[in-house]
């Protein structure tokens, strides 16, 4: 599950790492809730993005979890890792697909039009919520990939809500 002793019975080897601080765990499940719960973005942008940033990390236990309901297609899976040739992907999720192509290794390479092309969907706090998510979908990468927390392949049907499972 992870390098880490100690680990406490959860519902997913990443809640039991987190657990280690309950009140870490607490607040991290209601920022990462958040941003699914209020649907401050749309959850197949949130999805898309999600899994793009995980390939890019090659974090296989982020990879390994599936929102049923965000409303991501099997096309769209099959041709994330080449989504700019891809046909299966709207402008607003390319625009988006781009935006989280910069955010692991080349975040000082986010241009005005980067956010322009945003920004022609979404609105500003869309924009910064979209944001938010793609620097905490990073983060969660990170944190698999150093803590060492193994892939527990999941298909859910919503989310992670403040209130569920965080995997």
């Given at each position: 599950?992870?390098?880490l002793?100690?680990?406490?019975?959860?519902?997913?080897a990443?809640?039991?790492?987190?657990?280690?601080?309950?009140?870490l765990?607490?607040?991290?499940?209601a920022?990462?809730?958040?941003?699914?719960?209020?649907?401050?973005?749309a959850?197949?942008?949130?999805?898309?993005c999600?899994?793009r940033i995980?390939?890019?990390?090659?974090?296989?236990?982020e990879?390994?979890i599936?929102?049923?309901?965000?409303?991501?297609?099997?096309?769209?899976?099959?041709?994330?890792d080449?989504?700019?040739?891809?046909?299966?992907?709207s402008p607003?999720?390319?625009?988006?697909?781009?935006?989280?192509?910069?955010?692991?290794w080349?975040?000082?390479?986010?241009?005005?039009?980067d956010?322009?092309a945003?920004?022609?969907h979404?609105?500003?706090?869309?924009?910064?919520a979209?944001t938010v998510a793609?620097t905490?979908?990073?983060?969660?990468c990170?944190?698999?990939?150093?803590?060492?927390?193994?892939?527990?392949?999941r298909?859910?049907?919503?989310?992670?809500?403040?209130?569920?499972?965080l995997?």
């Open positions: 599950m992870s390098w002793h100690g680990l406490a019975e959860a519902s997913s990443f809640e039991a790492v987190l657990g280690l601080h309950p009140e765990l607490q607040l991290y499940r920022f990462y809730g958040a941003l699914w719960d209020h649907h401050l973005v959850p197949n942008l949130l999805e898309l999600r899994l995980a390939a890019i990390h090659g974090c296989e236990a990879r390994a599936r929102h049923a309901a965000a409303g991501v297609t099997d096309a769209q899976l099959a041709a994330l080449r989504w700019r040739a891809a046909g299966c992907f607003v999720e390319r625009a988006a697909l781009a935006l989280a192509d910069k955010m692991p080349e975040h000082h390479g986010v241009t005005d039009e956010v322009a945003l920004r022609v979404l609105t500003d706090p869309q924009v910064v979209l793609l905490l979908f990073d983060a969660n990170r944190l698999r990939l150093v803590l060492d927390i193994a892939p527990q392949h298909l859910v049907e919503i989310p992670a809500a403040a209130h569920g499972v995997y």
